[in-house]
């Protein structure tokens, strides 16, 4: 694997180093001394598929409370996504930054989201399956959104979203305030 890093303080675009000829390729596609040779943090309890019929899905932008904050490695089985992180980390260099990359089935390539961090993805093509390895179990009352267009943050979309989860719809602007209490 080859590990990327991004503009945000340690998260990392993981490009697949494919073993190809007539058959197809191979590749290793996570390897725990590799990840820990990059401090990343290996513990993933708990895989998450999503699978979604159009392009132009939208989800996100979700992150949870402090204390039940999770890593994810996010990496689409099939089709094209944008995905979008968020560093919400006090204390952190990139805190409030934004970073958007898009991720391709047919390329392998993954990204790795720190626990802290809000994170959303839209979909490019219809169809597309994206597995996530998350860092922690899920804990529905920890779980919290802001708005995918929130103007604190100016995240710049490729499209704009033709489907989204009324739960995403609806959440509100980021209010630093209240996360930081």
């Given amino acids: 694997m080859i590990f990327h890093e991004t503009p945000l303080s340690g998260a990392f675009l993981i490009e697949l180093e494919q073993r190809a000829d007539e058959r197809g390729y191979f ?43 999770e890593a994810k490695l996010v990496r689409p089985t099939s089709g094209v996504i944008f995905d979008m992180i968020v560093d919400l980390r006090r204390g952190s260099p990139t805190r409030l930054r934004a970073y958007g990359v898009e991720l391709r089935a047919e390329q392998g390539n993954a990204l790795f989201v720190p626990a802290g961090f809000a994170h959303g993805f839209i979909t490019l093509e219809d169809d597309s399956c994206v597995h996530y390895q998350m860092g ?39 209010e630093l305030s209240v996360y930081d209490a």
């Avoid at 998450?48 to 159009?54: D, R, V």
């Avoid at 919290?144 to 704009?160: E, K, T």
């Fill in 27 to 69: 590749a290793r596609s996570f390897c725990e001394r590799e990840f820990a040779a990059h401090g990343l943090d290996t513990h993933f309890p708990q895989s998450n598929l999503s699978y979604n019929h159009k392009a132009g899905t939208l989800r996100g932008m979700h992150y949870n409370v402090a204390g039940f904050a």
């Fill in 136 to 174: 922690a179990f899920y804990e529905p009352d920890a779980a919290r959104g802001f708005r995918y267009d929130d103007p604190l943050f100016g995240l710049s979309w490729p499209r704009p979203p033709s489907v989204i989860a009324p739960r995403d719809a609806s959440y509100p602007n980021f």
